[in-house]
């Protein structure tokens, strides 16, 4: 009589992120990113909650008298993601440098954006359009990701002095400001964005 041989079954699990930002938000422990071409990869601690989904503070920089919050992440991405729209000049001299998309200076009559570190995924963004919807006047527009703002480094000349972009930000052209109905001297409005 032969003995019957039991078969073991295997299991494979594959995971697979569509940009950057989503394996920043679903590592464990630490993370390996790949966030400048000429330097290699980075170890980084896991900044996301596990238990809310919530971008934490990868670390501070002190400045201007302050501390401020680094961030490698940004909220999830929905369908109406809630954001802060600040302002930016694109143009040379404008105190913002070339934007990191595509080494160009922009016109301030562009519909285009920076965004949040995280929410730039590492350049993946770049060239895509997304959607903002004002919450104060429920306009809306579409706008090219042409830049990173900046939300792990600050506080030097190569980011004209300025402190670390909150994890939150998409920075907006004056005609982003303009076609939605929005005071560019407010500083700050509450919008939503998703991808377009």
Known sequence: MNPIK???PIVISIALFSSPSHAISSCNGSCQIHDHPD??????PNTMSSFD???RPSGTL??????????RCSPPVTSSTKATLTNNDFSKGGGSGASKCDGKFHRNSELIVAMSTGWYAGGSRCGHRIKIR??????SVMAKVVDECDSVNGCNGDHDGEPPCRNDIVDGSNAVWHALGLDIEAGEEDVVWSMA
């Open 6 to 8: 039991k078969k073991t």
């Open 39 to 44: 330097e290699g990869a980075h170890n980084y």
């Open 53 to 55: 989904g919530g971008c």
């Open 62 to 71: 002190h400045c201007h008298g302050g501390s401020h919050p680094k961030f």
């Open 134 to 139: 004002s919450r104060k006047t429920g306009r």
